[in-house]
């Protein structure tokens, strides 16, 4: 959600000074305009309440500027408190909101503004999350609004992510599940797909996928240190949790722990996180290991790598507090 809304500040910036936006140069066109801009300020500033009036009052003289209705949709929907829920006021709050995303999609549907269609998919996916399980909690309404995103946009991954979600909240992993993987198929080298794909099996427990798809997302972005790190942390972590494990598995899991976090470590030698789970990661080595010769040596090479990623820490720590 804090990504969208990212989104909706930068984009509000270009609409704001859109004076073309508004259609006929009438009276009640320019007051509209106005107040949008208004209201678009006190937006960007987190003052929703108050920017919710002159986006009300925007389309009061201008009902055919799509943007106004999802701005006054939004600004009713960051007003909404979770921890509030059970308060009419609050309550209150959310069917609004849904009201205008609906509104906004409908007249944005045929428009030929510039940023028609980016406002148009954030009226979708606002629309959807509005319906989720931490908010009206209807999977009825949320369902075919997300397939009408997937609709819309059959090739975006992140409509399919959406929709897993929803489904996976209600317990429909079979769906979900396939929609994880339908956000791979239509973007296969992206490395979101696979990491987001990751997080959905390590909910579900399923440890071998997991690894599978952190290992594809990998091999999306070979050079890119964090990926491999990841997945040295869950090898390390799963060794920790899993006393169920024999020694023949936690053996192979601590092994490719190593290989991954090797391979950070080639990229950058100064990762001192990865440094340290190739520590960690090899003091878990020493407890399957019998012949004391090797254990020390072990316990040597781990040492090392300790008073290593200790250094690196710090000397990354005293180099950041430095001032110009």
Same mark, same amino acid.
């Given at each position: 959600?804090?990504?969208?809304?990212?989104?909706?500040?930068?984009?509000?910036?270009?609409?704001?000074?859109?004076?073309?936006?508004?259609?006929?140069?009438?009276?009640?066109?320019?007051?509209?305009?106005?107040?949008?801009?208004?209201?678009?300020?006190?937006?960007?500033?987190?003052?929703?309440?108050?920017?919710?009036?002159?986006?009300?009052?925007?389309?009061?003289?201008?009902?055919?500027?799509?943007?106004?209705?999802?701005?006054?949709?939004?600004?009713?929907?960051?007003?909404?408190?979770?921890?509030?829920?059970?308060?009419?006021?609050?309550?209150?709050?959310?069917?609004?909101?849904?009201?205008?995303?609906?509104?906004?999609?409908?007249?944005?549907?045929?428009?030929?503004?510039?940023?028609?269609?980016?406002?148009?998919?954030?009226?979708?996916?606002?629309?959807?999350?509005?319906?989720?399980?931490?908010?009206?909690?209807?999977?009825?309404?949320?369902?075919?609004?997300?397939?009408?995103?997937?609709?819309?946009?059959?090739?975006? &991954?992140?409509? /399919? $992510?959406?929709? *897993?979600?929803? !489904?996976?909240? =209600? @317990? %429909?992993? #079979?769906?979900?599940?396939?929609? +994880?993987?339908?956000?791979?198929?239509?973007?296969?080298?992206? &490395?979101?797909? /696979? $990491?987001?794909? *990751?997080?959905? !099996?390590?909910? =579900? @427990? %399923?440890? #071998?996928?997991?690894?599978?798809? +952190?290992?594809?997302?990998?091999?999306?972005?070979?050079?890119? &240190?964090?990926?491999?790190?990841?997945?040295?942390?869950? !090898?390390?972590?799963? @060794? %920790?949790? #899993?006393?169920?494990?024999?020694?023949?598995?936690?053996?192979?899991?601590?092994?490719?722990?190593?290989?991954?976090?090797?391979?950070?470590?080639?990229?950058?030698?100064?990762?001192?996180?990865?440094?340290?789970?190739?520590?960690?990661?090899?003091?878990?080595?020493?407890?399957?290991?019998?012949?004391?010769?090797?254990?020390?040596?072990?316990?040597?090479?781990?040492?090392?790598?300790?008073?290593?990623?200790?250094?690196?820490?710090?000397?990354?720590?005293?180099?950041?507090?430095?001032?110009?």
């Amino acid at each position: 959600m804090q990504f969208r809304f990212t989104r909706v500040v930068v984009l509000v910036a270009g609409l704001a000074v859109a004076t073309s936006a508004c259609g006929k140069y009438s009276i009640s066109s320019i007051r509209s305009l106005k107040a949008f801009k208004d209201g678009a300020t006190l937006y960007q500033k987190g003052a929703y309440r108050d920017a919710a009036p002159l986006f009300e009052n925007a389309i009061s003289l201008n009902p055919d500027f799509g943007f106004s209705y999802f701005f006054l949709a939004n600004s009713y929907d960051n007003q909404y408190k979770p921890a509030r829920k059970g308060e009419p006021e609050n309550d209150a709050l959310l069917p609004k909101a849904v009201e205008n995303y609906r509104k906004a999609i409908e007249k944005l549907k045929d428009s030929a503004e510039p940023q028609a269609a980016q406002f148009k998919k954030l009226s979708y996916e606002y629309l959807i999350a509005a319906y989720g399980s931490d908010k009206l909690n209807d999977f009825n309404q949320a369902e075919p609004v997300a397939k009408e995103l997937i609709a819309m946009e059959p090739n975006e &991954p992140g409509n /399919y $992510q959406a929709i *897993a979600k929803l !489904y996976e909240d =209600q @317990g %429909q992993y #079979d769906e979900a599940e396939a929609m +994880f993987r339908k956000a791979v198929e239509v973007k296969t080298t992206d &490395p979101l797909g /696979y $990491q987001l794909l *990751a997080g959905y !099996y390590n909910r =579900q @427990g %399923q440890f #071998d996928k997991t690894m599978e798809a +952190f290992q594809q997302r990998a091999s999306m972005e070979p050079n890119n &240190p964090e990926a491999w790190h990841t997945m040295g942390t869950y !090898y390390f972590d799963k @060794g %920790q949790r #899993d006393k169920s494990l024999s020694k023949d598995v936690a053996k192979k899991y601590i092994l490719a722990g190593l290989e991954a976090e090797d391979k950070a470590i080639a990229l950058n030698p100064n990762y001192y996180e990865a440094v340290t789970y190739k520590n960690l990661l090899i003091r878990q080595e020493v407890y399957l290991e019998k012949d004391p010769a090797a254990q020390k040596r072990l316990l040597q090479e781990a040492d090392q790598l300790r008073d290593r990623a200790l250094a690196l820490q710090k000397a990354q720590g005293a180099a950041g507090g430095k001032k110009d």
